[in-house]
């Protein structure tokens, strides 16, 4: 195919190994890549954007390939792709691509991912965007996951990638000869059970940590292919998973479940 114009972004920051085996992967393709990406981690902010401070960008060539173009921004993920699409680059990219992020961001995680919120912005801009991850903290060989990415990016993009349409790839920590077929899945919904610490500073003031156990993953239901498993159950069988998203949140179930509210003595309609 035709060289693409590519940006990629990330959570993990600019010195993460994750995006710079996805870039170079991307470059030694003959690929355009542009890496604008947080100068530090920023895992788990979100869709957060960055209002009350001044955002700054420093290039950032030398930690990447060659002819990789890269920026370390102050701001969020989101910020960056933002700052990206509006002030660094000269051309609109054929593609966002966000990771690869070191960890998953399977069923509703992704609503606090910041590596989903990197592509969701594309996404929001009109761009075929894909958010990619190892389902792992502890795995570090990211190189058979860049290589899957780009085989979905540049295979959907021969095909019609419709419109407000979000890829969030999650790849099972191991050897491709162990991987399962990649697989459609639904989101499942994770449920957490949140705990805090309670530790003291050495000056004596309470301060806490949070932490947090997943209990239960429950099947996703309502619109969409009923065969469809879930991303997490997928991932326990070492099969690569490819879940499309979109942004909107609208409620899809009946509308007589609604809760009846009257306000003033009036129903709602």
């Given at each position: 195919m035709n060289p693409?114009?590519?940006?990629?972004?990330?959570?993990?920051?600019?010195?993460?190994?994750?995006?710079?085996?996805l870039a170079a992967v991307a470059s030694e393709r003959g690929h355009q890549v542009t890496v604008v990406c947080p100068d530090q981690e920023r895992s788990a902010t979100g869709h957060g954007l960055t209002l009350q401070s001044p955002i700054r960008a420093e290039r950032a060539d030398e930690l990447f390939a060659t002819n990789i173009t890269a920026w370390g921004c102050s701001g969020t993920p989101a910020d960056c792709v933002k700052l990206a699409l509006f002030e660094l680059l000269s051309e609109k990219p054929d593609v966002v691509i966000s990771g690869i992020n070191h960890g998953p961001n399977l069923g509703t995680d992704i609503f606090c991912s910041g590596t989903v919120a990197a592509a969701l912005e594309g996404t929001l801009e009109g761009i075929p965007s894909l958010a990619v991850s190892i389902a792992s903290f502890q795995w570090n060989d990211f190189r058979f996951a860049g290589e899957l990415a780009m085989d979905v990016v540049e295979e959907a993009l021969k095909k019609t990638w419709p419109k407000n349409l979000l890829l969030n790839l999650n790849i099972p920590p191991c050897k491709p000869k162990e991987m399962s077929a990649l697989r459609w899945t639904r989101l499942s919904i994770r449920n957490y059970q949140e705990q805090f610490s309670r530790r003291l500073d050495p000056r004596g003031n309470t301060y806490f940590w949070l932490a947090g156990e997943a209990i239960k993953d429950l099947e996703s239901s309502g619109d969409g292919p009923n065969d469809w498993p879930s991303d997490v159950s997928q991932i326990e069988l070492n099969s690569p998973t490819l879940t499309p998203i979109q942004p909107d949140l609208f409620w899809r179930g009946s509308i007589k479940s609604l809760p009846k509210i009257k306000i003033g003595g009036q129903p709602v309609r």
């Open positions: 693409l114009r590519i940006l990629i972004s990330n959570d993990d920051g600019v010195f993460a190994d994750g995006i710079r085996t």
